[in-house]
């Protein structure tokens, strides 16, 4: 009997293959292959002794996305023409053998190897294995057949893929922006929360933060790459992505804003506990640094949801404290007091405003 834990473990895998996308993706492909095989027996000669290869190319060239479809269905096609090439030379000197399986797959997965084959690499010793076992008594004819049929396949599974409902993935943007930013306040409030709390702070779950902050990060990243990607030769992306460019200069803001967070989280992390790092905070400071992380936060969470106002009033707020907390330091300053750390930290929530007010 399962345990629940491991079911509700298991659970998510069967949900992430039933999603919209993957639904009608597969429909997709199981349309495009019976459309293959139905087209296979009108090819010309010997090619029509082998319809199985026009599926096979259907499923060759379905990618998620319509460039991907183009890209991969054509490599392929190159692996397989240099595989039979490959397959022809051993042909003219041996019969199918030991000898001759060993060399062909050897070689084949050598010349796999060279640069920018992409999906090639893996069709050319496959594409000489097969002429070599199973065509080698009309090496020709089933040569012709197999690339025929291969090719129609791609054709047919490249149309269905850029006619029927071309995928463009933009949905998975705005929730991927929205967590990394949710999760840049957070840390900042967290951190502003640890300067008015007995040190060392008790709730210290934000210094061991930056993994997951590099996690979010790499969301948006992956997300508003999988939607460039899904644009190119799309005929969807002239009505629909024109909101690419926003969304690349986010994620440009965004990456920029995670670097100064993370700066800021490891600087007061060794404030708090590297006693002999030689940074501290002066007395005085902590109330001032709390002001000004808690409005920067603010500022951050605004961002792409207030309203211009809203975000004009926060980025305002934000610079006001931040140059209160600047004062707090050039007067620690005078007084001799170490300020290095503190001023490392104002450095960088202005960085962070600046950000904020070019991306806004």
Do not use: C
Request: proline share 6%.
């Amino acid at each position: 009997m399962i345990s629940k834990p491991k079911l509700g473990r298991l659970l998510p895998a069967p949900r992430q293959a039933v999603t919209g996308h993957r639904l009608l993706f597969a429909a997709k492909t199981a349309v495009a292959a019976g459309l293959a095989w139905y087209l296979a027996p009108f090819m010309p000669g010997t090619a029509a002794s082998y319809p199985y290869y026009a599926p096979l190319g259907v499923l060759v060239s379905m990618h998620p996305t319509v460039a991907a479809s183009a890209k991969h269905g054509l490599q392929s096609l190159l692996g397989l023409a240099l595989g039979i090439a490959m397959a022809f030379a051993v042909t003219t000197v041996t019969a199918p053998n030991v000898m001759a399986v060993a060399v062909v797959v050897g070689l084949g997965v050598v010349i796999g190897g060279l640069p920018r084959l992409g999906s090639a690499s893996e069709w050319v010793p496959m594409a000489a294995l097969f002429v070599l076992v199973l065509g080698y008594s009309n090496a020709q004819g089933f040569s012709f057949a197999y690339v025929l049929q291969m090719g129609m396949g791609v054709a047919v599974g490249f149309a269905v893929n850029w006619l029927v409902f071309p995928p463009l993935h933009l949905e998975g943007i705005d929730p991927a922006i929205d967590g990394h930013q949710r999760a840049l306040s957070k840390q900042l409030r967290d951190m502003a929360s640890a300067m008015t709390e007995s040190w060392p702070p008790n709730h210290e779950e934000w210094a061991s933060r930056s993994g997951e902050l590099a996690r979010t990060a790499t969301a948006v990243r992956t997300a508003v790459q999988a939607a460039k990607l899904s644009a190119k030769a799309n005929p969807r992306s002239h009505r629909r992505a024109r909101r690419l460019p926003a969304d690349l200069a986010g994620l440009r803001a965004l990456e920029r804003l995670t670097f100064h967070v993370q700066d800021i989280t490891d600087v007061l992390a060794s404030v708090i506990w590297e006693e002999d790092a030689g940074t501290v905070i002066p007395e005085g400071v902590p109330p001032n640094l709390a002001d000004a992380l808690e409005e920067v936060a603010t500022a951050i969470r605004q961002w792409r949801h207030g309203d211009s106002e809203d975000i004009k009033n926060a980025l305002e707020e934000a610079r006001e404290r931040v140059a209160a907390l600047s004062e707090t330091v050039t007067e620690a300053a005078a007084g001799h007091a170490p300020v290095n750390a503190t001023a490392s930290v104002a450095m960088s929530l202005r960085r962070i405003i600046t950000v904020v007010s070019d991306a806004a």
